[in-house]
């Protein structure tokens, strides 16, 4: 029995340097952690992987959110302020309405404040990224405005509630093995989140519109029903991750939010989802997450300066900024 084979038919040839550049996230992470064990052993510790996996929990829910407004073409950078506003909501509704009462209050503003934040950039017709840069930071300024209206500059303790907090303690430090609970409702959210953007017509369109939205328009989309979506979808993300956040820290303050955005915003981009619109998922905003949270903690062990860390952070934001823009020119 003979065998053919095509004429000219060659077999693909591994090239190492394209496979780095099409996966330069794991690439990155996978030297980070090699490094890091090598110059600080107690990377590998079972405390340090538990605690890695708490860090994961406010930053990796903001991101998600995020990664829905980016793919859409826009940004949000009121989901600061909105941290700072459900954190200290939340707790301050604990003793009147209950654990239970407190957390769904929390959630309901959090998505209100994102789908007014939806509904503002469509009542005034920013149809564009740079629109929504400007409209969303004067929206952060107005919501941390009337976070220090609410509470007066003071910081809430929950040692100093009557009522029991048992539910945000389970939060904050609960663990099932060695799995923090955080980390089990980013999953949670992730499964969620990951089939809506795949596998339904709404989560599709997301892409769509940011890729094109005149175009999206002109093929019957709903564009504007979809900027409000994504946005209150980010505002949902956000108060999540401020529960999470102050069911850790045990405090609401007027500034717990603070850095929240910029870290989000470059943990989706690193991941892959283009600042353009239309390009990106969910899926790969976690690599995106697992490389911030990674990189602090490794610089943390490390001794690193807390200024130095900024300025790494900084460095890395510009050049996957500058990637995404090498790959939008050659896509």
């Known amino acids: 029995m003979t065998t053919t084979t095509v004429a000219g038919a060659q077999p693909k040839k591994f090239n190492p340097v394209q496979f780095a550049m ?41 991101a998600l959110g995020m990664t829905f407004v980016i ?118 959210c992730l499964l969620v989140l990951s089939v809506f953007q795949s596998k339904t017509f709404l989560g599709r369109s997301v892409s769509y519109t940011g890729g094109n939205m005149v175009a999206a328009e002109l093929s019957g989309l709903p564009t504007k029903r979809i900027m409000v979506m994504i946005y209150t979808i980010c505002g949902f993300m956000a108060g999540l991750a401020a529960i999470v956040l102050v069911s850790r820290a045990t405090v609401a303050a007027t500034m717990i939010g603070e850095g929240f955005e910029t870290n989000a915003i470059l943990a989706v981009v690193v991941g892959g989802t283009s600042l353009q619109g239309g390009r990106g998922s969910v899926l790969r905003t976690v690599l995106g997450v697992m490389l911030v949270i990674l990189m602090s903690n490794c610089m943390n062990l490390l001794g690193v300066s807390p200024y130095m860390q900024v300025v790494l952070r900084g460095a890395i934001l510009v050049t996957a ?3 995404d823009h090498r790959r939008h020119n050659r896509g």
């Open 22 to 62: 099409d996966y330069l996230v794991l690439v990155a992470i996978v030297l980070l952690v090699i490094i890091t064990v090598i110059v600080e052993p107690k990377f590998l510790t079972s405390e340090n992987f538990t605690n890695l996996m708490r860090q994961f929990g406010p930053l990796s829910l903001v």
């Open 71 to 188: 793919l859409g073409g826009f940004i949000d950078l009121s989901v600061a302020g909105t941290i700072s506003l459900i954190g200290i909501v939340t707790v301050s509704l604990i003793d009147p309405l209950g654990q239970v009462g407190a957390l769904m209050a929390g959630l309901t503003l959090g998505a209100l404040v994102g789908c007014l934040n939806g509904s503002l950039l469509v009542g005034v017709g920013a149809n564009i990224q740079a629109k929504a840069l400007f409209i969303t930071y004067g929206m952060s300024a107005v919501i941390n405005a009337i976070t220090l209206l609410y509470i007066g500059g003071y910081t809430l303790n929950m040692r100093d509630l009557h009522t029991p907090y048992t539910v945000f303690t389970a939060i904050g430090s609960g663990t099932v093995g060695i799995v923090s609970i955080s980390f089990i409702i980013f999953l949670a």
């Open 321 to 323: 900024i500058w990637l």
